[in-house]
């Protein structure tokens, strides 16, 4: 399909990978030489033969996506998209390799517009995410047809990512799924940071691959036209491929290749100088033979017909199909798209408080006003979802690709990562499905997606001790504090069905991060009573009843399933005679994104504040200040009925009366 | 080895447990049958023919373990507990199933004192904490012999176990060290929660399970012989073994046998009555019949000579390695230990404040002086260890037994896991070492040792932006305080050496639940000059420097390495005239003990305090008050050098004054 750059000039494409990454990390005084080094000829064939991309526009949607899960090898991409062309990328730029405010950092950092597809680098991420990508190609595919949408994913890969958990699961869900454009270069080099990698394994990795389904080719990593015709293979073969590419480790530094060392122990001049000699390569650091480099631009114009003809079929697309596609491709939601979502508020407040419903139910009844939305996919660990039921959405799957609902298996932390790299790809809104009490399986999922600004809705159910008998395995008490810790993770938790639909519309809103929106299990009877045309959530709190008869006195703070408590206490409050609000305070993150003056105001100066959340009180203590007491949970839950529960764990309307009558 | 149950017998005893289940759960009104209906058979084949127990002793040390990881199937447990005459579980509390305060909980909650080894129903955990106790168990065996530690690990699994990151992770290591006393029997009934397995798995795990290592038979798991044969055969394989057990979900149980709907859907007395009728038993709900009974009993007392033998081998050994097996069962530390702790806090003050040592490099000489402790372990997840170097302790692997290092590979999961696994089986002192950045990927086995309430260390290194050009991924800001928000887990953050060398003290002591150990890889300059008698940490702040000059207006709140930094400012602050104390930190979860007088002495009651730590301000306010300053991350780091990362976000001497002095 490209025109294959002749093979006496690949061995000088490959070194000059070497070379920058050996000259960046002498200059730097750190990083892991030994993926670049190890991975030179397997990178060059990949680029130079197979990978369709266009560095003058980074971002088009039909490129091949490349990520590089071994991320500490992140002097690997950044010569690649040097020598390929990436504007942000110039010789300047390499050689601030790990200074601060370079664009070459430590690991790889999420931007597609300079050409790096996501971050990398704690282990077994990237080859999930690269899943995920995959998933996204190959729904949108079904959608939009082979002229629009049809372009392989390729990962390097380490031992290390195979070796975690999370990349095991994706082995198994994506051989499940027979995802023929998922295709990975293993950098089988027997090496890990620990020493060789038979300290800790002993399996045959290619013979794990074959038992997922997946197609595997062995071949020596460092013979360039091997590599490529195993590509080759592979792109034509249905089943996802490992290409198990046989590697030295740090390969050219005689001191170090084929040890522990070739990881990331230290370069010196030294070394550099050796390898010059034992690679012939007679140039100064950093400086490229003219035609070296020229052989690189060329790799990196490859697929500029290809380009042209994908532009000029998107062009030929009837235009509500094209403007569709492009609709998805930049997030954007169709015009007016929560008006079912104010509907719902509506007539959640027509049908009146009487006995509410479960918060999951509520979610998923919200979620099944958007199964219109082509570009909404859910995934989901095993568990009837709160998000869309099953019923308006059909299975993802081997045969079918049109399903946006992929059963994930107990596997949540590859739910999570495929989620991750759904939305970095682009086209595609996740959700990522389960119990609350499970997010720490998915949690290292959920900081890259915060740490990448990923749009991805991970939702939970099951959210406190309203769980009840499955004991306290199953309920959350710390969990909604360790995901509010998370940096630019917006964290919902609404209080009843007019809240719920609120959150959602803020949720799906939201693109510069992601958000995780927590259901109860149990029934949220209706708090917001009173139809208001604005979304009260979105200033992430606000007063939902007010004080009456005098200065507000006490201010109780809640949310989700125990604001309906703190409605009941501030009844018998107000019946004494003690002028109480409550402020219900569905998101933190925007709550503290308000002015001093409005948080004040809600919050309720020199009154007397009462938390109550079913969960612990950490975090809690900047709302309720000196004088502020908590209703909630002190640790772990217990296994019994829900209402049994909130009874003996004292989280009840006449607790919350009785601390704040001790506190006036 | 033990006396077979005659055949005839097996049947009934096997439909003993399977209507003590339906009956309990009926009662219940909710639970999940699908396992104590489809593994009763294979239980009655392990629990009458081959596990070695005592239930008039449930800990002796030298018992057989028996893991249910798919802890929802908790009937099953309770049921053998019942019928082979555990104290505990008497009828009646059978009958309390699933209600508050009974002993049979929704999912088994850790106590060994009545036969429960381990909490489960998280998947995965529960084979990762048998592969832990089968560590354990072959570390011990070599290290007291074969008369006194010798025993087997059996672990019954479902498809949501196998599925899960950390239960692959255990297969791969478990097949690496050989553990041949390993032995699952897995619940092949192809149905989860979801549905079908197929929907989201087509891989041959028997074959997963080869690949790894493994010993793999498989066998009808409705015939009891069969089931018995099978144990034979793999207890006598130096292989970990997998029993692939071919049973039909919920069996007996005609409308939902074989079903999705057999998981967990709702059973009612028609579906008990049917099932009598069905499987000939025609005894009333909770009645045994007397037989039945006194075979489950007899049952229960097969191990009794062994039980005899064991302990007059335990008498017969010398003195002082039975009191060193003793010692160890106990988890009590021999006296003095802490001896050569007390001698190295006063040898750092004496080499003075200088230049400080890494944070990883202080805890890495405090654990060295322990390398005498011959019950600790440490697992390790590709990490050179911040607890003692490898020079100080060997390998344990398939060859060798005595080592108390676990290469853990990539795979912190299930090092975790092990980690509670070892503390739940008893005799050792587990450690899990890995980066902090990481932390999260261990998590959940971390949540299972805090509600278990088991005295693992986990051990975490490069614990800020101190990690310098790494960046952001490898950069910690949220996770001290998503650790701090876990009930019953004590984290700790020392400041120099003198406090490392307390906090490790504290550390071992401390057995009633997990620590958290948290070292910078930068250098911590020694902050404490004077040598005191007592453990200052031990309270878990305390003034290291009190105001001079005056009353005190200022007090700055540190931890770690930022108390080196709130030392310098405190200097500046009192050259200025402000009276101004530095209050170290190390330890939440013990000041959040103290009584309030003491706490507030400390924080400085009606001073300006300013808390510093390069970390979220998440969880801070509690300590600060009102008028309280925070110096520290407000969102992820970034790539650079160390030093340059703490001037660009602020974290330095001149902050922290400038923060002190707006509040005054």
């Not at 070497?18 to 005084?29: E, P, Q």
């Not at 995410?129 to 629009?148: C, H, Q, T, W």
């Not at 596609?325 to 007539?347: M, N, V």
């Not at 719920?500 to 958000?515: D, F, I, K, T």
């Given at each position: 399909?490209?025109?294959?750059?002749?093979?006496?000039?690949?061995?000088?494409?490959?070194?000059?990978?070497?070379?920058?990454?050996?000259?960046?990390?002498?200059?730097?005084?750190?990083?892991?030489?030994?993926?670049?080094?190890?991975?030179?000829?397997?990178?060059?064939?990949?680029?130079?033969?197979?990978?369709?991309?266009?560095?003058?526009?980074?971002?088009?949607?039909?490129?091949?996506?490349?990520?590089?899960?071994?991320?500490?090898?992140?002097?690997?991409?950044?010569?690649?998209?040097?020598?390929?062309?990436?504007?942000?990328?110039?010789?300047?730029?390499?050689?601030?390799?790990?200074?601060?405010?370079?664009?070459?950092?430590?690991?790889?950092?999420?931007?597609?517009?300079?050409?790096?597809?996501?971050?990398?680098?704690?282990?077994?991420?990237?080859?999930?995410?690269?899943?995920?990508?995959?998933?996204?190609?190959?729904?949108?595919?079904?959608?939009?047809?082979?002229?629009?949408?049809?372009?392989?994913?390729?990962?390097?890969?380490?031992?290390?990512?195979?070796?975690?958990?999370v990349g095991q699961e994706m082995i198994s869900l994506a051989g499940h799924l027979q995802l023929g454009k998922l295709i990975l270069c293993w950098d089988d080099n027997r090496i890990t940071d620990d020493g060789s990698t038979s300290l800790s394994i002993s399996e045959d990795v290619s013979e794990r691959f074959r038992v997922a389904g997946w197609h595997v080719i062995e071949v020596d990593g460092h013979d360039i036209e091997a590599v490529a015709a195993a590509l080759a293979v592979a792109r034509l073969d249905p089943r996802p491929s490992l290409l198990a590419c046989r590697t030295v480790i740090a390969r050219g530094i005689a001191r170090l290749q084929g040890q522990r060392g070739g990881h990331s122990g230290k370069l010196f001049e030294a070394d550099a100088d050796a390898a010059r000699n034992e690679l012939g390569w007679p140039h100064a650091p950093f400086d490229l033979p003219r035609d070296v480099l020229d052989s690189w631009r060329d790799a990196g114009r490859r697929s500029q017909a290809e380009y042209r003809d994908w532009h000029e079929r998107l062009a030929a697309l009837p235009a509500d199909a094209r403007a569709?596609?492009?609709?998805?491709?930049?997030?954007?939601?169709?015009?007016?798209?929560?008006?079912?979502?104010?509907?719902?508020?509506?007539?959640?407040?027509e049908r009146g408080e009487g006995e509410g419903e479960a918060g999951i139910v509520i979610s998923a009844e919200i979620n099944d006003l958007l199964a219109y939305l082509p570009e909404r996919m859910v995934g989901c660990a095993d568990l009837e979802a709160p998000t869309s039921h099953k019923r308006s959405l059909h299975a993802f799957n081997a045969e079918d690709r049109s399903g946006a609902y992929v059963h994930c298996g107990v596997r949540e932390h590859v739910m999570g990562a495929m989620a991750n790299g759904m939305a970095a790809h682009g086209g595609v809104i996740p959700l990522a499905v389960t119990y609350l009490a499970f997010a720490d399986y998915e949690r290292p999922a959920m900081r890259m997606a915060a740490l990448m600004g990923l749009p991805v809705k991970f939702v939970f159910s099951h959210d406190s001790i309203g769980v009840g008998r499955n004991g306290p395995t199953h309920q959350p008490v710390e969990i909604l504090a360790s995901l509010r810790a998370m940096p630019n993770m917006r964290v919902f938790r609404p209080a009843d069905a007019v809240e719920?639909?609120?959150?959602?519309?803020?949720?799906?809103?939201?693109?510069?991060?992601?958000?995780t929106m927590v259901f109860a299990r149990q029934t949220l009877p209706l708090v917001r009573t009173r139809h208001e045309p604005d979304n009260l959530c979105a200033r992430g709190g606000y007063v939902l009843a007010e004080a009456e008869g005098g200065n507000r006195l006490v201010t109780l703070l809640a949310t989700g399933s125990e604001v309906a408590l703190a409605v009941k206490a501030r009844e018998r409050l107000q019946q004494n005679g003690i002028p109480t609000a409550v402020v219900s305070l569905p998101c933190w993150d925007l709550f503290d994104e308000q002015d001093d003056a409005y948080r004040l105001a809600v919050l309720g100066a020199n009154t007397v504040r009462i938390g109550v959340e079913a969960a612990t009180r950490f975090g809690w203590d900047g709302y309720l200040g000196e004088r502020g007491g908590f209703v909630g949970m002190t640790g772990f839950g217990a296994s019994g009925p829900a209402q049994a529960l909130y009874e003996h764990f004292g989280i009840t309307p006449a607790h919350i009366v009785a601390a704040a009558k001790r506190r006036l």
């Open positions: 399909m490209s025109a294959l750059v002749p093979m006496r000039e690949t061995r000088p494409l490959a070194n000059a990978i070497r070379f920058l990454a050996i000259d960046a990390i002498v200059r730097a005084g750190e990083g892991h030489q030994g993926v670049p080094l190890g991975m030179a000829e397997i990178a060059t064939a990949l680029f130079t033969q197979h990978l369709k991309f266009n560095p003058a526009d980074p971002q088009w949607p039909d490129r091949d996506r490349f990520v590089l899960s071994n991320g500490h090898g992140s002097m690997l991409l950044y010569a690649l998209l040097h020598l390929t062309g990436y504007a942000q990328f110039g010789i300047e730029q390499i050689k601030t390799f790990r200074e601060m405010g370079s664009h070459c950092e430590g690991h790889p950092e999420f931007d597609t517009a300079a050409g790096i597809e996501v971050t990398t680098g704690p282990l077994g991420q990237g080859i999930a995410n690269a899943f995920g990508m995959a998933v996204a190609e190959a729904y949108l595919n079904a959608k939009f047809g082979d002229g629009i949408v049809n372009h392989h994913t390729y990962a390097f890969v380490g031992d290390g990512c195979l070796q975690e958990g569709e596609f492009e609709r998805i491709q930049t997030g954007r939601l169709p015009d007016g798209w929560q008006r079912g979502l104010d509907d719902y508020r509506k007539r959640a407040i719920a639909a609120e959150c959602w519309v803020l949720a799906y809103e939201h693109r510069s991060g992601p958000c």
